[in-house]
């Protein structure tokens, strides 16, 4: 799990150790080159699940993910 939540506050696992910010201050979006959701910290991009992305909006977080719809013709979407 990349990212843990304590009393409103964010702890993400990051390449060395583990950046910390109050959730408010935190906006998840979507990559939709990857169709993951993510928050950048720092300049880094950090992948998260969409539990991640839902307990963190829950905590506070800004939700800016956005819906990203399939273009191929066979697509159940």
Known sequence: MTVRIENQTCFFT?????EIRLCPDVTII???AKAMSAVD???QRIYI???EADALT???A???RRHL???DSDSVI
């Not at 990051?14 to 583990?18: A, D, P």
């Open 14 to 18: 990051v390449e060395h150790g583990e």
């Open 30 to 32: 979507t990559d939709g």
């Open 41 to 43: 910290i720092n300049g």
């Open 49 to 51: 699940t969409e539990a």
């Open 58 to 60: 829950v905590a506070g």
């Open 62 to 64: 800004v939700d800016g």
């Open 69 to 71: 719809k399939a273009t």
